[in-house]
């Protein structure tokens, strides 16, 4: 008799869910849905996709606004298992082993309402959170990483398209199919404006003037407005103690929450491995990954020298697609520069080539133009403006019979320039957050083209008023990094530096010094320590490690090597060198004699664009330098070498005219210190 009231219990909550999942295909949506805005069904979703990765826990001080728009919303909670029928009043009810989201599917309009809410209902009663995830997309994000069972999490539409949103608890996993669209008809005359915001270079300027805060919630602001994006063109981290400390990490979430539409990569953005820059690329801030693009990035067979056929997509995707407000759909093509390897630790990039701009650009602007219905095209270049690539990309295509670009933003040069090639505009914007680029494009909805082409070169401190409070979401992201260097970045490595140590001379100079001397500490017998210029000049009096920093941002270990005098001749004809005392360092420099030098790996190992080694061709490693069983890099080096110093420290001991760093003195015999 129990068996057969199970059944019969069970057939009733099959039928009665059947009943459920039909229902919401025929009535109407409820009362606080706009029709217009969600659709909601049935279906039921099987397959699983990667989860986003982890990221600190922040709390949300406060609602992200990506675009404007009515909220719709949609809400339903955990089935009271109470009300469930049971063989007796005094039987434990019979669990439902049913974990799932309120909806299975979501169809929500970008072009009239931007958020809806969701809920995950599960019948245990359970307080473990449900973790809420998506592959990286920049299609959603939503409110809250985890939720309690039953409570709604908003989602927000960033761009149309498809994406699978998952919940995991206990063990469980969810799905809900998201579709977001756009009903908005292009019309067919008049023009449209398109608001571009831009910045290059910005190395880890995160404690500017016009700081990472600022820059966030201004990112954050810009991009919650109509047809508005906010773009970066590559060298995003590398340049400060607090970006450099979490390998990227404080920029790459700033930009997740913010909303940052897209950025490129550059070479600098390479100088901690693949490794480090897939996973900034990769992680997400509540749902939401800013897409990097690297579409030339090929894969590459160092030995062989031979290019490869596979997009490396884990470094970045070849394009972006942005459908605006107006119904406008913007193509964005991300690239860096074909030659660009050879400014970046041939280490770092032997398994990938950068293969022809032009031709990349081209490919893909018909694919935007012809197979993605783009009606403008936008080349975000990691490279100086080049009359030769101008002339290829600003062509008109013989397939799409339109122009390969429409825009070109540049970077990589650090200057502030636009050019006009072919009536495109070219344009790149300084560096490190001191100036932010507007574009305004006039797009004519008859011609189907852009008409015109206004730039704005903005500057930091006519920002700070459009920042008049610091977004708090921004401001917990931040802090929390912050918080991890306070007791480094304050340290006093001296405090009687006299006068300014410039990045051309003077801190160069006293880098080789502290070279040699560790070197010479660790029992190897070098004539030379050589390396290139710094980033930053270095002033003191007092010097925290925080600036030595900024001066020297870079992880370069130093090798031991055995090079022909020839190539030491060649290099320091560009670089600088502290030459030694011992037999052969204080001998005029000969040609064809070997020598054991100390330098930095960039240097040592350096390519050229055909990818041979071309400043020490020929070199021998003997070692590298080492602290703790680990790399001794030439920062950390400089660092201990200020520790030391118990007197001043003056420019006048490092002067490029004193005969061991006077690299015009070569020819001749000098005298040990």
């Known amino acids: 008799m129990k068996r057969k009231y199970l059944i019969c219990l069970l057939a009733l909550f099959v039928l009665s869910s059947c009943n459920k999942s039909s229902s919401h295909k025929g009535q109407s949506k409820s009362s606080s849905i706009t029709e217009s805005s969600i659709n909601v069904t049935s279906k039921v979703s099987t397959s699983e996709n990667s989860p986003s990765s982890a990221i600190p826990s922040i709390t949300s001080a406060g609602t992200p606004s990506i675009s404007s728009g009515t909220t719709a919303t949609t809400s339903a909670g955990a089935p009271n298992s109470s009300s469930q029928p049971s063989p007796s009043s005094t039987s434990t009810p019979i669990p439902v082993y049913e974990f799932r989201f309120s909806q299975s599917e979501l169809t929500i309009d970008i072009a009239s309402s931007h958020t809806a809410s969701l809920s995950v209902v599960d019948t245990y009663s359970s307080t473990e959170d449900i973790v809420w995830s ?17 409570e709604s999490n908003t989602i927000y539409a960033l761009n149309t398209g498809d994406v699978r949103l998952k919940g995991e608890a206990n063990g469980k996993t969810a799905y809900c199919d998201i579709h977001v669209i756009s009903s908005t008809i292009k019309p067919t005359n008049g023009t449209t404006n398109i608001s ?48 450099n400390y979490n390998r990227g990490r404080l920029i790459t979430d700033v930009y997740n929450a913010a909303g940052m539409s897209a950025r490129t990569i550059g070479n600098h953005d390479f100088d901690w491995g693949d490794e480090k820059l897939i996973a900034c690329g990769q992680a997400d801030y509540h ?20 290019v490869g056929t596979t997009h490396q997509s884990q470094i970045g995707r070849e394009y972006t697609i942005f459908t605006l407000e107006s119904g406008i759909k913007v193509g964005l093509i991300g690239v860096i520069g074909d030659t660009c390897e050879t400014s970046i630790n041939t280490q770092f990039v032997m398994n990938y080539e950068f293969v022809d701009v032009s031709n990349t650009i081209c490919r893909l602007s018909d694919q935007l133009r012809n197979e993605e219905d783009c009606d403008v095209v936008i080349a975000s270049i990691h490279d100086g403006y080049d009359s030769t690539v101008a ?49 305004n494009l006039t797009f004519d ?52 530096l006299d006068g300014e140590f410039d990045q051309y001379g003077y801190m160069p100079n ?27 000049p270095l002033s003191g009096p007092i010097v925290t490690y925080e600036k030595l920093y900024r001066s020297l941002p870079f992880d370069n270990v130093i090798y031991i090597i055995r090079v022909h005098g020839s190539d030491i001749r060649n290099e320091l004809n560009w670089n600088y060198m502290y030459r030694g005392n011992n037999y052969d360092a204080l001998s005029p420099l000969e040609d064809d004699k070997i020598y054991t030098i100390a330098c930095i790996d960039y240097l040592a190992f350096h390519c050229n664009a055909n990818r041979y080694y071309n400043y020490f061709p020929n070199l021998e490693v003997v070692s590298y330098l080492t602290k703790n069983d680990e790399y001794y890099v030439y920062r950390e080096i400089t660092a201990d070498y200020l520790r030391n110093q118990s007197g001043v420290v003056s420019t006048a001991s490092y002067s490029g005219s004193l005969d061991h760093f006077n690299t015009g003195n070569l020819s001749n015999s000098i005298s040990a210190e």
């Open 134 to 150: 998506v592959p990286h997309s920049n299609i959603i994000r939503f409110n809250n990483e985890s939720t309690k069972n039953g």
């Open 391 to 439: 002339e290829k990309i600003t062509d008109v295509s013989s397939s799409s019979n339109k122009k390969y670009v429409d825009l070109v933003l540049n970077g990589h040069t650090h200057q502030w320039e636009t050019e006009e090639y072919n009536d495109v505009t070219f344009a790149q914007f300084g560096d490190k957050g001191g100036t932010i680029g507007k574009v």
């Open 445 to 496: 909805l008859s011609t189907g083209s852009v008409s015109s082409t206004n730039v704005y070169n903005l500057s930091a401190s006519s920002l700070l008023s459009d920042v008049s409070s610091i977004d708090p979401e921004i401001d917990d992201i931040v802090d929390y990094y912050e918080d991890q260097v306070d007791g480094i970045k304050d340290e006093v490595l001296t405090s009687q």
């Open 287 to 306: 749902g939401y990954s800013t897409p990097v693009l690297a579409a030339n990035v090929y894969d590459f067979n160092f030995s062989t020298k031979e």
């Open 510 to 536: 006293l880098v080789c010094k502290a070279i040699y001397e560790e070197s010479i500490n660790q029992g190897f017998d070098i004539s030379y320590a050589i390396t290139n210029q710094a980033r930053e």
């Open 196 to 243: 571009i915001y831009t910045i290059n270079d910005y190395h880890g300027a995160v404690t500017n003037e016009f700081s990472i805060k600022h820059l966030g919630t201004l990112i954050k602001q810009k991009v919650s407005q109509n047809n508005t994006l906010f773009l970066d063109q590559g060298d995003t981290f590398q340049g400060s103690l607090q970006s």
